[in-house]
T-cell receptor
């Protein structure tokens, strides 16, 4: 597709369930980012991949959060034993290699934990 | 650490009014600065950017000037339209890759 694609768009999980959120970046984009956006707030950085290498995971809020990009294209963000405070929009973004390149965002996966 | 502060919304204007949304930042070094826009039901889109002091970014009638002396990057538009109704995010990038730090966002509502 032309843009960053995320699925599912909407997910309702019971507290304690595991969830997996998928991101298909723009073809050929080396850099991939995950952000978390709570209601009424700006996006907050979670993690960054360059190809398959996870170079920065400083924003992951706990060890329940895990991200992977095994073949350097599609990425999955996994949240184990979901809690209510995990309810947010999870945004994926991608860009070409190098500083100064435009970062393209997906529409996000809306997670509600009940 | 690096941070972005922008004015709280909502900002409510009549069509053709002048818009200013304030944004200030704290950063080590010399960050690049951005405005992103989020229209209802859509993803974040880059609106404009500036990469060094005194640069002016502009797009779709919006503009913002990188002011190092006041650490600001205020967004302006001379005449807003109903279609400009959206949430606007100020952001900065510093460091070796494209990691962005966002403000909390300002919702703009433009009425006919």
């Amino acid at each position: 597709g032309a843009g960053v694609s995320q699925s599912p768009r909407y997910k309702v999980a019971k507290r304690g369930q595991d969830v997996a959120l998928r991101c298909d970046p723009i073809s050929g984009h080396v850099s991939l980012f995950w952000y978390q956006q709570a209601l009424g707030q700006g996006p907050e950085f979670l993690t960054y991949f360059q190809n398959e290498a996870q170079l920065d995971k400083s924003g992951l809020p706990s060890d329940r959060f895990f991200a992977e990009r095994p073949e350097g294209s599609v990425s999955t963000l996994k949240i184990q034993r979901t809690q209510q405070e995990d309810s947010a929009v999870y945004l994926c973004a991608s860009s070409e290699e190098g500083e100064g390149n435009t970062i393209y965002f997906g529409e996000g996966s809306w997670l509600t934990v009940v | 650490g690096d941070s972005v502060t922008q004015m709280e919304g909502p900002v409510t204007l009549s069509e053709e009014a002048f818009l200013t949304i304030n944004c200030t930042y704290t950063a080590t070094g010399y960050p690049s600065l951005f405005w992103y826009v989020q229209y209802p039901g859509e993803g974040l889109q880059l609106l404009l950017k500036a990469t060094k002091a005194d640069d002016k970014g502009s797009n779709k009638g919006f503009e913002a000037t990188y002011r190092k002396e006041t650490t600001s990057f205020h967004l302006e538009k001379g005449s807003v339209q109903v279609s400009d109704s959206a949430v606007y995010f100020c952001a900065l990038k510093s460091g070796g890759y494209n990691k962005l730090i966002f403000g909390a966002g300002t919702r703009l509502a433009v009425h006919p």
